[in-house]
């Protein structure tokens, strides 16, 4: 997607037309956990939108109850050997270790899936980590084969590339499944804007993944240090919103990340791009000071016939994204969250009793529109 930001040692400027810019062994775990406790102190994510809507406005947090980084973007898969596959050849990431296998209490207690058994991948390109997870059991349901850009479960990575025709070309020597008919190259008109190019496409379970190419002008100077490699790293993930204040109550407010940019972007190159007739979309970037990829809020001025996201979707449906955010203190942010804008979807936060996904202790967040957020302690 597009956005014009602030560079202040961040990531760069984007837009898409606007009118202003402001190895682990697995960990097997035997306890049993009464089914009344698991149902009765884990929410669904999506069972919990409505509260999340209906709060109000929290204070801004001080530095120890705010996130410190956005750690890793995550993704629901059918086959953790396909998508790594796919992830690794098509697109360069390297695995970062083997995967990871969990199951038990704690982990049912923190996914809200009972009896669930989980593999876990963690892959880097460049500076920046996505994570796959696969649950052997229970399976979750399939991505809705309907699926549009402007519905609010959307979801999407942006990967950085060098040289956008060569990155097209090779994204259809391996035969991914297009959303935008072709490469867009946005106006010139457009001063942040013009020249940046942008393709979206989707992965084996239908993840919807973006290209993004900037000009020598544009963007953060660490994508034009790129040297002989193609796909460089993850600029940002994407989400589909239906109230941008309402959003920024839970991602600003409550969380402590930082707008570090806006625009209105529209026009027939944002169409073809999102494969949307007459899009206008309201676009919001936010940054965690720590680092990591950004979140872009994508509201849908036009047309507003996007779904809601379902409110039975579990961690272990295709459908479910989420974006990882690092605390130091996560008891502390995790009070802070109560009453605000974002709802909580464990029980509280779970520690777990080895580190084998790389923390020990976790837990769930659910934002107003439903995307999932896990928040992390090393």
Known sequence: MGVSRRFDGDHSQRAAGRRSSAGTPPVSGRGRLPVRALLGGVALLGALVGAAVARGQATV???????????????????????????????????????AEVWGPEYDRRQGIFGLRMR??????????????????????????????????????????????????????????????????????????????????????????????????????????????????IDHTAIVVGDTERSLRCYRD????????????????????????????????????????GIEFLEYLAPRDGRPRPADVRPNDLVHGQTVLQADDLEAVVRALRGSACALASPDVVTASEPALGFRKGALVADPDGHALELVEP
Do not use: C
């Not at 410190?68 to 270790?97: H, K, M, N, Q």
């Open 61 to 99: 947090p001080s530095d120890s109850h705010a996130v410190r980084a956005v750690r890793a973007v995550g993704l629901t898969v059918s086959s953790l050997e396909r998508s790594i596959d796919f992830y690794t050849r098509v697109l360069a990431f390297a695995p970062v270790a083997e995967p």
């Open 254 to 293: 409550a969380l402590g990340l930082r707008v570090t940019g806006a625009s209105e972007n529209y026009g027939p190159e944002q169409e073809y791009l999102n494969q949307v007739f007459g899009a206008r979309l309201r676009i919001t970037a936010l940054r965690a000071q720590g680092g990591g990829p």
């Open 120 to 233: 876990v991948a963690r892959l880097r390109l460049g500076d920046e980590t996505l994570e796959l997870y696969e649950y052997l059991t229970p399976r979750g349901r399939p991505m809705p084969v309907d699926s549009r850009s402007n519905d609010r479960w959307f979801q999407h990575v942006a990967i950085i590339v060098s040289d956008m025709d060569r990155a097209y070309r090779h994204l259809r020597a391996h035969g991914v499944e297009h959303v935008s008919p072709a490469p867009q190259r946005l106006p010139d008109w457009n001063a942040n804007a013009g020249g940046i190019r942008a393709f979206y496409f989707k992965d084996p379970d239908g993840h919807p993944l973006e290209i993004l190419e900037f000009p020598a002008d544009k963007g953060d100077p660490k994508w034009r240090r790129a040297g002989d490699r193609l796909f460089l790293g």
